[in-house]
């Protein structure tokens, strides 16, 4: 059965489920400590929890505008509850009662302007929410985004950044 549900309060019994898996989610939740609490309710003892988030303080993207990239990517932080949730996941993951907790980061990195890189497929997304915001006209956000593709031409694109999976055990 699938449900959809806010994952502070999730429609399942206690100890239903043998695996979890969190996929950008919790850097969007405004209580990670209330999901956390409800994955280890649903989880049986010795159930496996996967969390995986973006630390987007780690993001390193070219441009020969460095000050607005950094403005895009300020506003960009805006749209998540905890841009840097990674940075204090496994702490509270520990606080919600998980054991054997466990972190790596995988860096998404790419020197090549291709529709399934990282960067090249956040981009629209960025300009998009960006557009409007603070001091990014619309106009400016699309100058941002037509700066990509013109690297990406030149074979000058280069965007980076970790993304971090935290493994854990509800203990038996
Ligand atoms: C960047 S998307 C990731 C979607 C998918 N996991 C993936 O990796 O493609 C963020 C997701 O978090 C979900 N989300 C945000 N807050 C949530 C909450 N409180 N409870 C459940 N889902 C939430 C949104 O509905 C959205 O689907």
Same mark, same amino acid.
Not at 141 to 147: F, S
């Given at each position: 059965m699938? %449900?959809?549900a806010?994952?502070?309060?999730? #429609?399942?019994?206690d100890a239903? =489920? $043998?695996r &979890?898996?969190s996929?950008?989610v /919790?850097? !969007?939740v405004? $209580?990670p400590?209330?999901a956390?609490?409800e994955? %280890? +309710?649903a989880l049986? #003892?010795g159930?496996r929890l996967v969390?995986? $988030?973006?630390d987007?303080?780690?993001?390193?993207? %070219?441009?020969?505008?460095?000050?607005?990239? +950094?403005?895009v990517?300020? *506003?960009?932080?805006?749209h998540l509850a905890? #841009?840097?949730? #990674? +940075?204090t /996941?496994a702490a509270?993951? +520990?606080?919600?009662?998980?054991?054997?907790?466990r972190?790596?980061g995988h860096?998404? @990195?790419?020197?090549?302007?291709?529709p399934d890189? !990282?960067?090249? @497929?956040? /981009?629209? /997304?960025?300009q998009q !929410?960006? @557009?409007g915001?603070e001091? *990014?006209t619309?106009e400016a956000?699309?100058?941002?985004? &037509?700066?990509q %593709?013109?690297?990406?031409?030149?074979g000058? =694109?280069?965007?980076?950044?970790?993304q971090f999976?935290f493994?854990?055990t509800?203990p038996g």
């Open positions: 699938l %449900h959809q806010d994952v502070t309060a999730l #429609p399942v019994t239903s =489920f $043998d &979890a898996l996929v950008q /919790l850097e !969007y405004a $209580d400590a209330a956390l609490a994955l %280890h +309710r049986r #003892p159930g969390v995986w $988030d973006v987007w303080s780690t993001v390193s993207w %070219h441009s020969a505008d460095p000050d607005r990239m +950094r403005r990517l300020a *506003i960009w932080d805006g905890d #841009p840097c949730l #990674p +940075r /996941l509270r993951m +520990r606080s919600a009662g998980f054991g054997d907790i972190a790596e860096t998404f @990195a790419s020197a090549e302007f291709t890189s !990282y960067g090249a @497929a956040v /981009l629209p /997304l960025i !929410y960006v @557009a915001r001091d *990014i619309g956000a699309g100058r941002w985004a &037509a700066e %593709h013109e690297l990406g031409e030149r000058e =694109f280069f965007f980076a950044c970790i999976c493994t854990a509800r």
